[in-house]
């Protein structure tokens, strides 16, 4: 039996580069259960990925050996590899350079939860860009 337990979970976005709007809900269908690959392959527990044509955020929890870093890279890097095959027509495909990471209290992951998968309503009233400045607001981030 183990000896290290942790209950930490991380609420993370990251951008197209220049906030491209290329991913098209085509390639969402299809990239978002790749991510969920990864996750699985890696121990992650994602609980839920969603965005917009524009950006990609994730719900998961990490094993103990495993930094924030390591999983974004993961996730960013075999994702754009795996766009630049799937999609050939998006060679010049990439990630912008960071990510957003914010924890999350168990006590609100419903809430969390029911925020990702509703961007589109969301992002009627909001750019991509003004959501990723409020959520650096709300966790006394300054930018």
Request: proline fraction near 3%.
């Amino acid at each position: 039996m183990p000896h290290t337990f942790i209950s930490c979970y991380y609420h993370c976005i990251f951008s197209t580069k220049e906030r491209a709007p290329v991913l098209t809900q085509n390639i969402q269908y299809e990239l978002y259960p790749y991510f969920g690959g990864i996750a699985q392959r890696h121990r992650i527990g994602l609980l839920v990925v969603g965005g917009m044509s524009d950006h990609v955020h994730l719900l998961f929890s990490m094993p103990t050996t495993m930094s924030i870093s390591e999983a974004m890279k993961l996730f960013k890097g075999s994702s754009s590899r795996w766009i630049h095959e799937k999609f050939p027509d998006l060679q010049e495909f990439a990630w912008q350079e960071g990510y957003g990471a914010f924890t999350v209290s168990r006590s609100i992951l419903d809430r969390t939860i029911a925020y990702i998968n509703n961007q589109a309503e969301h992002h009627q009233n909001m750019t991509s860009e003004d959501e990723f400045l409020l959520l650096l607001r709300k966790h006394d981030i300054n930018k």
